[in-house]
Antibody
């Protein structure tokens, strides 16, 4: 069972870069069985998929954020990170890290699970 | 990019009733659809994956159906703990992925 935990500053100034790290325990980030990604939720609004990355590349991003976002995997420290540049108040949100299994069969899902989520980190963009 | 439209935005029911939530995709996503439940202050909780498979530990009153562009989450005999917001997620093999805008069950 994977466990994920977000960490990072809770307050970021406008125009700066938001940086969050997700620490992974209970499994290896180098596993071929998972994608690693981020989802956010502005106050009072719905979920927004930010992007996901496989440990050897194959990174995908939300088209609306693509020019500002980088998701990277740190195999040596078993963690992955989110960087969102040029933030504005609209980037204020709870940011969740998540892992999604790459399974296509029920036996695989039973072994690796379907998805795992962190508890969420609140980030406020304000001067 | 695929767009998911959920309906209704709000569903008002009483305990014991049947809830039917819809998610429609702008193009076919086969059965690459998941349903999540979210309560205030909590991370989303996976209910259904691959359109119709219940996740581990999810009660049998939750069921999913559909393929292609039209999907349904059904909750038979709604219980008090089921009142929450429900989201569908396109998990197709051609990212990016997208969430629907959510249905609030009240």
């Amino acid at each position: 069972q994977l466990q994920l935990r977000e960490s990072g500053p809770g307050l970021v100034k406008p125009s700066e870069t938001l940086s969050l790290t997700c620490f992974v325990s209970g499994g290896s980030i180098s596993s071929s069985s998972y994608d690693w990604g981020w989802v956010r939720q502005p106050p009072g609004k719905g979920l927004e998929w930010i992007g996901k990355s496989y440990y050897i590349g194959s990174t995908y991003y939300n088209a609306a954020l693509k020019s500002r976002v980088i998701i990277s995997v740190d195999r040596s420290n078993n963690q992955f990170s989110l960087k969102l540049s040029s933030v504005t108040a609209a980037d204020t949100a709870v940011y969740f890290c998540a892992s999604w299994s790459r399974c296509t069969s029920s036996s695989c899902y039973r072994l690796f699970g379907v998805d795992y989520w962190g508890q969420g980190a609140t980030v406020i963009v304000s001067p | 990019e695929i767009v998911l439209i959920q309906s209704p935005a709000t569903l008002s029911l009483s305990p014991g009733e049947r809830a039917t939530l819809s998610c429609r995709a702008s193009q076919s996503i086969d059965t690459f659809l998941a349903w999540y439940q979210q309560k205030p202050g909590q991370a989303p909780r996976l209910l259904i994956y691959d359109a119709s498979n219940r996740a581990a530990g999810i009660p049998a009153r939750f069921s999913g159906s559909g393929s292609g562009t039209d999907f349904t989450l059904t909750i038979t005999n709604v219980e008090a703990e089921d009142f929450a917001v429900y989201y569908c997620l396109d998990r197709n093999n051609r990212p990016p992925w997208t969430f629907g805008q959510g249905t609030k069950l009240e």
